[in-house]
């Protein structure tokens, strides 16, 4: 069984910064592709960053310059630093990883609001 653990949601203020991290743990050798989605309330939930079957990354076009996806393979762990968050970044971020299936976190709830 694969479990994802995510950390690093919070309140921040417009411009401000957060880190997302997300252990993956469980019988497993490698992941297809780990990622980052997120979903506002009343919307439907959107790709945000992830790194695709050929290790390369994608990002969403509302998040290029301000979101960077990494990753440390050793640890099975995928971040996701975002910076400059503006108040439309509020929702709720999933990770997952792509194993023999794909796998969600819970979610981590990230608000930016003065």
């Given amino acids: 069984q694969v479990q994802l653990v995510e950390s690093g949601g919070g309140l921040v203020q417009p411009g401000g910064s957060l880190r997302l991290s997300c252990e993956a743990s469980g019988h497993f050798f490698s992941s297809k592709s780990m990622g980052w989605f997120r979903q506002a309330p009343g919307k439907q939930r959107e790709l945000v960053a992830r790194f695709n079957g050929g290790g390369n990354t994608n990002y969403a076009d509302s998040v290029v310059g301000r979101f960077t996806i990494s990753r440390d393979n050793v640890k099975n762990t995928v971040y996701l ?25 819970q979610g981590t709830q990230v608000t930016v609001s003065s």
């Fill in 81 to 105: 630093q975002m910076n400059s968050l503006k108040p439309e970044d509020t929702a709720v971020y999933y990770c997952i990883a792509v194993i023999d299936r794909s796998y969600w976190g």
